[in-house]
């Protein structure tokens, strides 16, 4: 999930994921007191959904008490690397495929696999492809997926029938997009027609795999993103960079790009279903917000990828963190998450639920329907240092102050040096 929909404040300082946590006083009282256990979560739409999952698991384990911890996007990570190293990080918590495989290797992870067997879950009910993120070839299973997404193309008909456009299609093609954004566009009145940032998972990692590319090679031994397919997926957005059909990437640093679309500024974002309850509930611009599919290049694509609940290896209450992290990537708090249009669930046949938690926006099913196509996020070896370096190499070919080729070279070298490593 990206994390571009977490910068919201948050409601529990971070000082409170420390002292929460389960090292830092998660306790249990004396025979049949309750247990507490402690969920860290990055702030956001999610949270009240999160607050239901662990009312309804209390529900169920009166004797296990959940106390749900919210942080804001960077201050997660830099206070879960912390209290992993030190024996304060939450019981259970939430995980990123690009994320997890320092803390994998560093053996901070609880092994759940003994309690899916006991407890006879089903993993075909999970996408195949996001468990495969998250396994790192150790025989161990960390979490499961509580969520799965993939990318579409969020518009704004107000801005289409302003300007004379036709909505898109759905076999719209790359050529198409270029034009309906330069269409789009009146950079004189404050509007464009595409957010095009620097954005592997919403942008240009779909469109290498639409040019039939690759970002790293099957071995993941080796960076793949300066191969010639790579960079015509690369080139979709410089392009669109160079028509001024989208807000410099000066602009885009001031107000993120979905902002940008919710303030009506862009006409067209392509990006995830995890945005679908924050526009949803923005009641001046959601009546005239529609989706469609992505663009065709050689191929359809969208990269996929999701959030796993895991569980902390030093928590004081492993069997407990281990029924809990079940639950909450189970179905009925799928179902939970559903329907309060949180985000797409993971498990199996809970899609319609989400679905109709926001029935105004009656083309949600375009999300469902790119798992069809959808692709894993690249997230070999240590993707989260790799893929933070994505500024410092790509943002000469987005200002055209460098050619795609040549930036794509030089993070090519600095990807597989990191590979290496």
């Known amino acids: 999930m990206h994390k571009k929909l977490f910068l919201a404040p948050a409601v529990i300082a971070v000082a409170a994921l420390l002292a929460g946590c389960s090292g830092g006083g998660s306790t249990a009282g004396g025979d049949g007191e309750p247990v507490t256990i402690t969920y860290g979560i990055w702030a956001g739409t999610q949270t009240p959904a999160m607050q239901e999952i662990a009312a309804a698991f209390e529900k169920e384990n009166p004797n296990i008490k959940v106390k749900v911890v919210e942080s804001p996007w960077p201050e997660f990570w830099s206070t879960l690397q912390t209290g992993a190293a030190g024996g304060t990080a939450p019981d259970a918590f939430w995980m990123l495929a690009q994320q997890i495989r320092p803390y994998a290797e560093g053996g901070q992870l609880l092994d759940i696999s003994d309690a899916i067997e006991s ?238 938690a926001m029935p105004e926006f009656a083309n949600l099913q375009v999300f469902v329907d790119a798992l069809e196509y959808s692709v894993p996020l690249p997230v070999q070896g240590n993707a989260a240092e790799w893929q933070g370096l994505q500024a410092e190499y790509l943002t000469g070919a987005w200002t055209g102050e460098e050619s795609v080729a040549d930036a794509t070279k030089k993070y090519a070298a600095a990807i597989d040096e990191v590979l290496a490593g």
């Open 119 to 356: 407890e006879g879950v089903d993993l075909s009910n999970y996408p195949q492809a996001v468990l495969d993120l998250y396994d790192q070839g150790d025989g161990k299973i960390y979490g499961l997926p509580k969520d799965v997404d993939t990318n579409a193309v969020w518009f704004n008909k107000a801005l289409f029938d302003a300007a004379g456009v036709e909505y898109p299609a759905d076999d719209w093609t790359w050529e198409d997009f270029r034009s309906t954004a330069k269409a789009l566009t009146d950079a004189d009145a404050g509007v464009y027609g595409v957010a095009a940032p620097i954005d592997y998972q919403s942008g240009y990692y779909n469109t290498i795999f639409q040019a039939g590319g690759q970002v790293i090679s099957d071995d993941g031994k080796t960076s793949l993103i300066d191969s010639p397919e790579a960079q015509a997926g690369i080139k979709f957005w410089t392009d669109l960079q160079a028509d001024g059909s989208s807000p410099t990437l000066q602009q885009l640093s001031d107000t993120e790009a979905e902002t940008m679309f919710e303030q009506g500024k862009v006409a067209m974002y392509m990006s995830g279903a995890y945005w679908a309850l924050k526009i949803y509930d923005n009641k001046e611009i959601s009546a005239d917000v529609d989706i469609a599919p992505l663009p065709t290049g050689k191929k359809q694509a969208t990269v996929s990828s999701g959030i796993t609940n895991v569980g902390y290896i030093g928590t004081k209450h492993p069997e407990e963190t281990k029924k809990f992290l079940l639950f909450a990537s189970g179905e009925e708090a799928a179902k939970i998450q559903a329907k309060n249009g949180a985000v797409l669930p993971a498990f199996k046949g809970t899609e319609a639920t989400w679905m109709a």
